[in-house]
């Protein structure tokens, strides 16, 4: 069975330097893109950074780029995503997303809540 779990959210003062976690079971890490999005209340789901788990490039939001940063342990199955620097228009649910170089097939973890208190 496929399953992405995130973890490492929670209540963070502004400023804060959380970690999130993904880990990824039923599939292996080194086929895919794995993905942060992050869905604010009233606002779409929009891509926060992604990386390629073959080749280690990455990708950035303007709005978070030089304050987070992504990274994955091929040998764990697990994504990061450091936060640095939380403003809180961060404050949203943050999703782990995998996507398949080959067929495209996509997953989905359930999400975990950051919220940003000023």
């Known amino acids: 069975e496929v399953q992405l779990v995130e973890s490492g959210g929670g209540l963070v003062q502004a400023g804060g330097s959380p970690r999130l976690s993904c880990a990824a079971s039923?599939?292996?890490?080194?086929?895919?893109?794995i993905g942060w999005f992050r869905q604010a209340p009233g606002k779409e789901r929009e891509g926060v950074s992604c990386?390629?788990?073959?080749?280690?490039?990455?990708y950035y939001a303007d709005s978070v780029k030089g304050r987070f940063t992504i990274s994955s342990d091929n040998a764990k199955n697990t994504a990061y995503l450091q936060m640095d620097s939380l403003k809180p228009e961060d404050t949203a649910v943050y999703y782990c997303?995998?996507?398949?170089?080959?067929?495209?097939?996509?997953?989905w973890g359930q999400g975990t809540q950051v919220t940003v208190s000023s």
């Open positions: 039923g599939f292996t890490f080194d086929d895919y893109a």
């Open positions: 990386i390629s788990s073959s080749d280690g490039s990455t």
């Open positions: 997303n995998a996507e398949g170089f080959l067929r495209g097939e996509e997953y």
